[in-house]
């Protein structure tokens, strides 16, 4: 149990253009998500915190009109990256929190490189 | 605020040889602490937790104790093996129940050679 899927898995895109990431809780409903980045070699970066049917939070630096977040049921919350530039390229991984052990299921990671 | 401070790697071992990974905290409260691990190209697998002051993690043959007087919670494993090679974060949570943040330390990257 406590799946949590990413689509796609990796992406390329051109500059300039947008990429929508979706983040799926299989098997468990999730009112909470939160979505990471994560630059090669290095620990996982807190974007944002997504609640269902409420604005997202963002975490100081994030900018949140690039880095668009909806959460708009219990299963499904997605991250768009609006006018994509080469520096946006990471690899981007979501969580779903399960309620009541107090830890997260992450996704598998989706990898974006902008050229 | 809360923090996690991470053995540096990367870390190579033979195989069935003893590992230890080092992980302390900083924290109000009574954060729950927790093991990920990171395989190649994958996303973050939950290896171990614990809820409270001297609780035992266990799975897979890794242990983790957390200890409060020490604020640490240190990974160990008795026997590596080759498919262990990956990266491991130590994180906590400042609440366990809700859907509070993660913080996780900066990964100690583990090699096993046969």
Same mark, same amino acid.
């Given at each position: 149990?406590?799946?949590?899927?990413?689509?796609?898995?990796?992406?390329?895109?051109?500059?300039?253009?947008?990429?929508?990431?979706?983040?799926?809780?299989?098997?468990?409903?999730?009112?909470?998500?939160?979505?990471?980045?994560?630059?090669?070699?290095?620990?996982?970066?807190?974007?944002?915190?997504?609640?269902?049917?409420?604005?997202?939070?963002?975490?100081?630096?994030?900018?949140?009109?690039?880095?668009?977040?909806?959460?708009?049921?219990?299963?499904?919350?997605?991250?768009?990256?609006?006018?994509?530039?080469?520096?946006?390229?990471?690899?981007?991984?979501?969580?779903?929190?399960?309620?009541?052990?107090?830890?997260?299921?992450?996704?598998?990671?989706?990898?974006?490189?902008?050229? | 605020?809360?923090?996690?401070?991470?053995?540096?790697?990367?870390?190579?071992?033979?195989?069935?040889?003893?590992?230890?990974?080092?992980?302390?905290?900083?924290?109000?409260?009574?954060?729950?602490?927790?093991?990920?691990?990171?395989?190649?190209?994958?996303?973050?697998?939950?290896?171990?937790?614990?809820?409270? @002051?001297?609780?035992? %993690? #266990?799975?897979?043959?890794?242990?983790? =104790?957390?200890?409060?007087? &020490?604020?640490?919670?240190? /990974?160990?494993?008795?026997?590596?093996?080759?498919?262990?090679?990956?990266?491991?974060?130590? @994180?906590?949570?400042? %609440? #366990?129940?809700?859907?509070?943040?993660? =913080?996780?330390?900066?990964? &100690?990257?583990?090699?096993? /050679?046969?």
């Amino acid at each position: 149990g406590a799946v949590v899927s990413q689509h796609p898995s990796w992406v390329i895109c051109k500059s300039g253009t947008s990429v929508k990431i979706e983040c799926r809780s299989l098997d468990f409903q999730a009112t909470t998500m939160f979505w990471y980045r994560q630059f090669p070699k290095q620990s996982l970066m807190l974007m944002a915190t997504s609640n269902e049917g409420s604005k997202a939070t963002y975490e100081q630096g994030v900018e949140k009109d690039k880095f668009l977040i909806n959460h708009a049921s219990l299963t499904l919350s997605t991250l768009t990256v609006t006018s994509a530039h080469p520096e946006d390229s990471s690899f981007y991984i979501c969580s779903a929190h399960l309620a009541g052990g107090g830890e997260q299921y992450f996704g598998p990671g989706t990898r974006l490189t902008v050229t | 605020g809360n923090s996690v401070t991470q053995m540096e790697g990367p870390v190579t071992l033979s195989e069935e040889a003893f590992l230890t990974i080092n992980c302390t905290y900083t924290a109000t409260g009574y954060p729950s602490l927790f093991w990920y691990v990171q395989y190649p190209g994958e996303g973050l697998q939950l290896l171990l937790k614990a809820t409270k @002051a001297d609780d035992k %993690g #266990s799975n897979k043959g890794f242990e983790a =104790t957390y200890r409060k007087e &020490t604020t640490s919670f240190h /990974l160990e494993k008795g026997s590596v093996q080759v498919s262990d090679s990956a990266v491991y974060f130590c @994180a906590l949570s400042d %609440g #366990s129940g809700s859907a509070r943040q993660l =913080t996780f330390g900066s990964g &100690t990257q583990l090699t096993v /050679l046969p």
